[in-house]
């Protein structure tokens, strides 16, 4: 069948997991031309739909030098490190990281020869004090998971630049929309798109794009060599996702806002953990950093009864908030990061992080703000 009259608006799901050659002149070209001559071959190394995910992304951060979609938002995070150090590497990290991210780098990547410190973010900034000969890359989030501390990310870009490391930066909770590292000087921006990008909890992906052409190449023969690739199906469901982003994002800010004065004047509530509060100890830096007056539709909050029973009160009440271990859907959701995200630190950490037993992390959605506050209300009654 000849499909070349057929010119789709929407890219079609190119559900195949090989492409077709005509002669041996045609596969060669595919493996000698760079860029693969605009040809396909095997959906492990590349496809059109994951080419165009990456591409929507690169287009949002500025990332002229590629990067790759890979099947889950750890595996960006894998791709990225493997691309950038080897055995004998040494990684630097705040100590307000998440859990995931230290599992991955503490229990796995350890094991391959790559060692990570982790350091308060408020020491982070001197690099030069925690840097070692061997250090590589310096990983950190735009907002900390799950107590959304603020990271002054041009300053952690100018102080790498000084000491030649190279500055990875995790933006799942923030998105394009309200932040685009690659303009404070980060090298590569990490998003776990299974989060925003994506946006309404049916797809699992990661998506990695760098300032550097040599690191985005590096990106993408680490995924193919690995098997990290992005499927098809998934790949497009993202792209459908990235095409409502910027409104997702407004209204998952101002409900999540609005969320946050209520949640700051309730009685049963401690402390609420959200950068667009002026009583938020990042607001100002926030104020400055975020784009559009936005600050994203992830909160967290200490309940006054700061204990695990409290919290479980709440899950059981609450109608539109439940529980789930992932986070940023067009539905609202909560977590418990003591036995989600942070599981794998002991008491002793977790309480050093200001993790109680009674912190209750909030995915704000996209639904009727006055029905979001009359569920909290009954939740918290």
Known sequence: ????????????????????????????????????????????????????????????????????????????????VLATCQAGDHVLCPAELYGGS?????????????????????????????????????????LSNPLLTVLDGPRLARACKEQGVLLLIDSSFTSPILTQPLSWGADMVWHS???YLAGHSDVTAGVVVARDPAIGKRLR???????????????????????????????????ALAVAH???????VEQVFYPGLATHPGHALAEHELLGGLYGGMLSVRLADDSAAAVDRFIQKSKLFPLAPSLAG??????????????????????????TPGVLRLSVGIEEPADLLSDLQHALG
């Open 1 to 80: 069948m000849d499909l070349t009259p057929i010119h789709p608006k929407v890219t079609p799901i190119y559900q195949t997991s090989v492409f077709k050659f005509n002669s041996l002149a045609e596969l060669e070209e595919y493996y000698t031309t760079p860029g693969r001559g605009g040809r396909y071959g095997y959906s492990r190394s590349e496809h059109p739909n994951s080419d165009e995910l990456v591409a929507e992304v690169a287009k949002l951060e500025g990332a002229a030098g590629g990067g790759v979609a890979t099947g889950a938002g750890l595996a960006g995070l894998l791709a990225a």
């Open 102 to 142: 230290v599992v991955l780098l503490s229990l796995e990547l350890s094991r391959l020869g790559i060692e990570t410190t982790y350091v308060p973010l408020a020491d982070l900034y001197d690099i030069a004090k925690w840097r070692k000969p061997t250090t590589k890359l310096v990983l950190a989030e735009v």
């Open 193 to 195: 798109a299974t989060k």
């Open 221 to 255: 023969q680490v995924a193919t060599n690995l098997g990290l690739m992005l499927a098809p199906m998934e790949s497009w469901l993202a792209v459908r996702g990235l095409k409502t982003l910027r409104l997702r994002m407004r209204q998952h800010s101002e409900n």
């Open 262 to 268: 209520f949640l700051a004047n309730h009685p049963a």
């Open 330 to 355: 067009v539905a609202s959701s909560c977590s418990y990061p003591t036995a989600t995200s942070h599981r794998g630190l002991t008491d002793e950490q977790r309480r050093s992080l200001g993790i």
